[in-house]
C-alpha cells in the first residue's frame, strides 16, 4: 500500500489531483468562478439531472458505434497511419486541416440541425440545456454525436496522417466542448479586440447559442459565422460586459468585506 503511494508516478498523479482541487476550492471561496459566470441564475438543477441520464446513455451507443466503426475501417485498410519520425511541421499542418476541416463540417450541419424536421429529431435535446455546464458537452441524442462524432473516422479514411497528429485531435474534441459548455468565460478582455485571437470561439460565443437558439453555429472558430452573417451581432458586446463585470468583483468584495 504505502510503495504504491511512494512511486513517483502516482505522487505526481496525486500532488496534481490535490492542486487542481484546491485551485478550484479557492476560485469558489473567493468568488472567482461567480464573477466570470455567463447566466449567473441559469443554473436548475431538474436539468442537470436530465443531461446526467442523457450523456450516460449517450456514451454506451456512441462510444459503442464509433469505436467499431474505426476499427472496421482500420480492418479493411481504409484508415493507415504515416510511419516514421513525427516532424512537427507535418504534425502542426495535419492538424491545422483537421482543425479547420472541421470547423467547416460543424457549422453547416450544425445550422442544417437547426431546420425543421432535423431539428426536432437530432438537435432539440441538446438546446434543453439553456444555461450550459459541462454535463452538456454530452448531453445530445446519440444520432447528433454520431453526426459529430463521426467526421474523426471520416477523415482519418481521407487523410494518412501520423498517429502524433491523432493524439492531439483526440483531446482537442474533449477539451473545446467542455470549455465551451462549461458556463463561464475565462479568455481575456483583449480577446475579441485582437486580430488573431478574435476568429476563435470563447465560452460566450456558444453560451449564447444555447441561450438564444440561433446564431453563433461554429465549433472552433467564429469565421463561418462573420463570413455567413449569422454571428449574434450583441455578441462582442456581451462579452465585454462579462469581463467588467469579473473586473469589478475583486473591488466589490472587498469594499464588502471592510
Known amino acids: 500500500m504505502f510503495a504504491w503511494l511512494l512511486n513517483g508516478d502516482h505522487l505526481l498523479s496525486i500532488w496534481l489531483g490535490l ?3 484546491s485551485g478550484i476550492a479557492a476560485g469558489v471561496v473567493s468568488g472567482y468562478f461567480k464573477a466570470r459566470k455567463i447566466q449567473p441564475k441559469g443554473f436548475k ?3 442537470f439531472r436530465n443531461e446526467a441520464l442523457f450523456a450516460v446513455i449517450n456514451l454506451a451507443i456512441t462510444g459503442f458505434l464509433l469505436g467499431t466503426l474505426r476499427h472496421a475501417l482500420e480492418a479493411a485498410g481504409a484508415i493507415s497511419f504515416a510511419a516514421g519520425p513525427a516532424l512537427w511541421w507535418r504534425v502542426g499542418l495535419e492538424y491545422a486541416l483537421y482543425f479547420f476541416l472541421f470547423d467547416t463540417y ?3 450541419l450544425h445550422r442544417w440541425m437547426h431546420k425543421e424536421p432535423v431539428y426536432s429529431w437530432v438537435h432539440k435535446l441538446h438546446h434543453r440545456s439553456t444555461s450550459p455546464n459541462l454535463l452538456s458537452t454530452l448531453s445530445v441524442s446519440p444520432l447528433e ?7 474523426v473516422p ?9 498517429d502524433a497528429t491523432v493524439a492531439l485531435i483526440v483531446p482537442t474534441n474533449i477539451i473545446m466542448g467542455l470549455y465551451v459548455h462549461s458556463g463561464y468565460e475565462f479568455l481575456p478582455r483583449w480577446w475579441k479586440r485582437s486580430w488573431a485571437t478574435k476568429w476563435f470561439i470563447s465560452t460566450t460565443f456558444h453560451d449564447q447559442h444555447h441561450r438564444y437558439f440561433t446564431g453563433n453555429f461554429g465549433g472552433y472558430t467564429t469565421i463561418w459565422d462573420r463570413l ?10 456581451d462579452f465585454d460586459k462579462i469581463k467588467e463585470r469579473s473586473r469589478r468583483a475583486p473591488t466589490q468584495a472587498a ?4
Open 19 to 21: 492542486f487542481v482541487a
Open 45 to 47: 438543477w431538474t436539468i
Open 106 to 108: 460543424f457549422y453547416w
Open 145 to 151: 454525436s454520431l453526426i459529430n462524432g463521426g467526421f
Open 154 to 162: 471520416l477523415f482519418l479514411a481521407a487523410f494518412t496522417v501520423h
Open 228 to 237: 455567413c452573417g449569422t454571428m449574434r451581432p450583441k455578441f462582442e458586446a
Open 255 to 258: 469594499s464588502e468585506s471592510a
